[in-house]
């Protein structure tokens, strides 16, 4: 157990689950884990600093989502192990070569078809995902506004802002998996 009890890591962890971005912020800080993903993202992929930027964030929320959603067990590991898992699969996904986003985004588009097919007539459930959209970051507003409303392609995203189609279809998944937290909150 740690000098303080408000940074103990299972009742961070208990209050990550519990919606609870003070803790986030504690457990980051305390545990070092931003520096720590920063370093091995600029050791692997040494990029420019934008895409590293980008790479770091999705690793933040891939994390910050799993943790939400209770899906680390510290009896299987240690929470620096298991961010460090997310990052490497991250960092990986990453330097995928583009057969893979071709297939990612067939995925993506699979994905949008399921969204589209739920009805929003209901100008109350209009109301909250738009709502909840706006709640995310503006990076992740944007690809989901030029994929979904203005319906380009992956590339064409990428051209547009100045992004590599793997950062683009990064962003997509992220928003979406992001989109998915906050409508749980909502429910």
């Given at each position: 157990m740690t000098e303080r009890p408000e940074l103990d890591e299972s009742a961070l962890l208990k209050r990550i689950a519990s919606g609870d971005s003070e803790a986030e912020q504690l457990l980051f800080e305390h545990f070092k884990l931003y520096d720590k993903i920063r370093m091995m993202v600029r050791h692997r992929?040494?990029?420019?600093?934008d895409a590293e930027a980008d790479l770091i964030s999705d690793i933040i929320a891939s994390l910050l989502i799993n943790l939400r959603k209770g899906m680390f067990d510290p009896e299987k590991g240690?929470?620096?192990?298991?961010?460090?898992?997310?990052?490497?699969?991250?960092?990986?996904n990453y330097l995928r070569p583009t057969e893979v986003i071709k297939r990612q985004t067939s995925e993506i588009d699979e994905t949008h078809q399921i969204y589209e097919d739920l009805s929003?007539?209901?100008?109350?459930?209009?109301e909250v995902l738009s709502r909840s959209i706006k709640n995310l970051a503006l990076k992740y507003q944007q690809v989901?506004?030029?994929?979904?409303?203005?319906?380009?392609?992956?590339?064409?995203?990428?051209?547009q802002l100045g992004l590599s189609a793997t950062q683009v279809y990064s962003r997509i998944h992220y928003a979406l998996e992001l989109l998915e937290v906050e409508?749980?909150?909502?429910?």
């Open positions: 992929i040494q990029a420019d600093p240690s929470l620096g192990n298991y961010a460090f898992g997310i990052a490497r699969n991250r960092i990986r929003l007539e209901d100008n109350e459930t209009a989901l506004m030029l994929r979904y409303y203005e319906n380009y392609s992956i590339p064409e995203i990428a051209d409508l749980e909150k909502i429910e």
